[in-house]
């Protein structure tokens, strides 16, 4: 008796949305990482943290694990949190 593991096309297409917005992170935390010695790595770090935070909620949500909705709202989260400092006066 074989089984076959099928997966929802849409829990497909989140993981793999969140995917690569991971894999962009990532090269957003290459292109960020300062070159000079007097500038500072926190956007560089917080696109590492943001891909992180991508790939982990793309695997959750791949292996269909109960985490992936808490994970994907941190990955949102970590999203909005930078607005406050783009819009001045900015509210949620």
């Known amino acids: 008796m074989k089984e076959t593991f099928r997966r929802p096309l849409g829990a497909?297409?989140?993981a793999g949305a969140c995917f690569a917005?991971?894999?962009?992170?990532?090269?957003?935390f290459?292109?960020?990482w300062p070159r000079t010695s007097n500038?500072?790595?926190l956007a560089?770090?917080?696109?590492?943290?943001?891909s992180c935070t991508y790939v982990v909620t793309a695997i959750l949500t791949w292996r269909r694990s109960r985490?992936?909705?808490p994970a994907f709202l941190a990955?949102?989260?970590?999203?909005?949190?930078p607005v406050f400092f783009i819009v001045p006066g900015?509210?949620?």
Request: aromatic content about 14%; charged content about 5%; glycine content about 10%.
């Open 75 to 81: 990955a949102i989260g970590l999203l909005v949190f």
């Open 30 to 32: 290459w292109a960020a």
């Open 67 to 69: 985490f992936a909705a």
């Open 39 to 41: 500038a500072s790595p």
């Open 12 to 14: 497909t297409l989140i």
């Open 44 to 50: 560089a770090l917080f696109a590492l943290m943001w």
């Open 90 to 92: 900015g509210r949620l």
């Open 21 to 28: 917005a991971g894999l962009a992170g990532i090269v957003a």
